[in-house]
T-cell receptor, first 114, second 115 residues
């Protein structure tokens, strides 16, 4: 079975500071990993994903994440937070089935202070 | 940019009533999904659907739930007899390919409240 744990349900940073949102996964098969963002009253939007190849993945809005197999992690980072980054962030892993079922973490709410 | 739409955005119903949640996936997508998120909990997979058949369903997706693609554009989730614990945000998603690694595009969700 696969699972995802996001450390920290709430993260608060100052505008311009580094954003680090943590995600650890458990998987008995090679994982495919995703970060989604949800702005208020909107659906989940894909930020980035790792499937195969380069372990450092760049996404939209200046975010990136690094797949570290040895640490079973896929942490999301952004060098400098912007007020518009305030949202809820979800890490997810696909199942081994062919349907692509996503298994989500519990989400992290990012607050950006001026 | 194409997007997944869902209606209604909010629905309030009485326990035991039937509800139908509607989704319009992105037009050239062939794979469809429903997820739900109970307040304060994880987003959970309910069901995936392809070629007019359920591909996979979770243990949550019991006989009270059904899905249908009644025409070429809509994808619906029906709950036959709602329970209090069905109160949640329901998300529809679609993708143009299936399998691990494919991007699923999500709608804004329908917030269902069962009284």
């Amino acid at each position: 079975a696969q699972s995802v744990t996001q450390l920290g349900s709430h993260v608060s940073v100052s505008e311009g500071a580094l954003v680090l949102l943590r995600c650890n996964y458990s998987s008995s098969v090679p994982p495919y990993l995703f970060w989604y963002v949800q702005y208020p009253n909107q659906g989940l939007q894909l930020l980035l994903k790792y499937t195969t190849g380069a372990t450092l993945v760049k996404g939209i809005n200046g975010f990136e994440a690094e797949f570290k197999k040895s640490e079973t992690s896929f942490h999301l980072t952004k060098p400098s937070a912007h007020m518009s980054d305030a949202a809820e962030y979800f890490c997810a892993v696909t199942s081994s089935s062919n349907t692509g079922k996503l298994i989500f973490g519990q989400g992290t709410t990012l607050q950006v202070k001026p | 940019e194409p997007e997944v739409t869902q209606t209604p955005s909010h629905q309030v119903t009485q326990m035991g009533q039937e509800v139908i949640l509607r989704c319009v996936p992105i037009s050239n997508h062939l794979y469809f999904y429903w997820y739900r998120q109970i307040l304060g909990q994880k987003v959970e997979f309910l069901v995936s659907f392809y070629n007019n058949e359920i591909s996979e369903k979770s243990e949550i997706f019991d006989d009270q739930f059904s899905v249908e693609r009644p025409d070429g554009s809509n994808f619906t989730l029906k709950i036959r007899s709602t329970k209090l614990e069905d109160s949640a945000m329901y998300f529809c998603a679609s993708s143009d390919e299936a399998g691990a690694g494919e991007t699923q595009y999500f709608g804004p969700g329908t917030r269902l409240l069962v009284l």
